[in-house]
C-alpha cells in the first residue's frame, strides 16, 4: 500500500490503548490491513492511481465500504453506486491523504498531523468529515482523540485557528454540531478567555501583554467576521462565567465552614470576604 503522508513532516502521536474494535487489539488490526486477502481498489479525488486495500479491512472499518462490498444478490448491493467503476470505485469526496491519515491511525493507532499547528487543525478538521463520508465504525473514539490533540494544539498555538478553518466547519456544519460536536465547543472555548479580557489589551505595557494583546485581537477578527462563531463564543463565555460562579460558592461555602469549625483559633483572615470578578469567572477575595 502506497504510503500517501510521506509529502511533508508529520509529528506523531501514539496512543497505546487504542482498539479498532472490543476485543480487537492494534496487533490484530495491522494484520488485517497487511495479510493476504482480496483486494479492492481505490481512486481518490486529488490523484489518478489506484490504490490497493483489503476489503475485509475496508468492510470492517468503514461502513461506507461495507455496504459497497456486499454481494451483487444482495439487498441493498453496490450494483447501482454511481461511484463504481473500472473494477473499484472513485472517491469524488475524499483525498488520499485524508484517507491516508485514517488507515494509519487505523491500522496502528498512530496519528500523523503535520508540525504546522494551523496546517494541523485543517487536516483533524478535513478528516472528521472524510471518516463521516465514509461512516468510519470508530469515529466516536476518533473525535475523542483528536479533541485531545486540538485542545492541546490551540493552548500551546492560540493564534493557530483561522478563518479558513470556520468557514470549513460552518460548511460541514450538520458533523460539527452532532458526531463531532466536542470540536465545535472547543473551536468556541478558544475564543472565552480573550473575549473575557479584551478589556486589558491597552492597560498593562510588558512584552506578556503586547502578546496577549495579539492573541485577543486575532479572536476579536474571528468573532466579527462570524456571526456564528461569535454567538458559540458568546454561550461558551457565559458557561465558563457559571461554572466559575458556583466553583467560587463552593469554595466560599467550605471556608465559613473552615471558620465556624476554628472558632477557637485567631481570628479568620475569611472574616471580610467580598466576590471580585476576574477574567475567569467570580472570585472570592479577602480585603
Known amino acids: 500500500m ?20 472490543p476485543g480487537l487489539e492494534v496487533a490484530d ?32 472499518s468503514f461502513d461506507y465500504f461495507k455496504k459497497l462490498l456486499r454481494p451483487a444478490n444482495s439487498q441493498n448491493s453496490s450494483s447501482t453506486w454511481s461511484e463504481l467503476g473500472d473494477g473499484g470505485v472513485n472517491l469524488t469526496e475524499v483525498s488520499s491523504y485524508e484517507f491516508g491519515v485514517l488507515v494509519t491511525w487505523l491500522q496502528s493507532g498512530l496519528l500523523k498531523t503535520p508540525q504546522d499547528p494551523a496546517e494541523a487543525i485543517t487536516a483533524c478538521l478535513s478528516t472528521i468529515s472524510c471518516a ?7 469515529l466516536a473514539k476518533y473525535v475523542e482523540i ?16 483561522e478563518k479558513v478553518h470556520l ?11 452532532t458526531k463531532a460536536k466536542s470540536i465545535g465547543s472547543l473551536v468556541a472555548q478558544a475564543a472565552v478567555r480573550p473575549s473575557l479580557t479584551c478589556h486589558l ?9 503586547a502578546e ?5 485581537r486575532h479572536y476579536e477578527k474571528l468573532t466579527t ?53 476576574t477574567a475567569s469567572g467570580f472570585r472570592y477575595r479577602p480585603t
Not at 483528536?146 to 485557528?161: I, S, V
Not at 489589551?201 to 501583554?209: E, G, M, Q
Not at 496577549?212 to 485577543?216: C, H, M, Q
Request: proline fraction near 4%; glycine fraction near 2%; include cysteine.
Open 167 to 177: 468557514t470549513f466547519m460552518r460548511k460541514h456544519e450538520l458533523i460539527f454540531q
Open 212 to 216: 496577549w494583546s495579539k492573541v485577543i
Open 2 to 21: 502506497t504510503d500517501v503522508l510521506t509529502k511533508r513532516s508529520y509529528l506523531h502521536f501514539v496512543y497505546p490503548d487504542w482498539k479498532s474494535e
Open 225 to 277: 467576521g462570524s456571526k456564528a462563531y461569535s454567538q458559540k463564543v458568546m454561550a461558551e463565555s457565559l458557561s465558563t462565567l457559571a461554572k466559575g460562579k458556583r466553583r467560587d460558592k463552593a469554595f466560599l461555602r467550605s471556608k465559613i465552614i473552615s471558620r465556624a469549625t476554628h472558632r477557637s483559633t485567631s481570628p479568620s483572615i475569611w472574616s471580610n470576604i467580598k466576590p471580585e470578578f
Open 29 to 60: 488490526n495491522f494484520q488485517l490491513w497487511h495479510g493476504p486477502w482480496k483486494t479492492f481498489s481505490v481512486r481518490f479525488v486529488d490523484c489518478d492511481d489506484k490504490f490497493e486495500f483489503p476489503q475485509a479491512a475496508l468492510s470492517a
Open 201 to 209: 489589551k491597552s492597560k498593562v505595557d510588558t512584552p506578556a501583554a
Open 146 to 161: 483528536l479533541n485531545d490533540f486540538l485542545t492541546r494544539t490551540l493552548r500551546e498555538n492560540r493564534m493557530a485557528l
Open 132 to 138: 463521516d463520508y465514509l461512516q468510519m465504525v470508530n
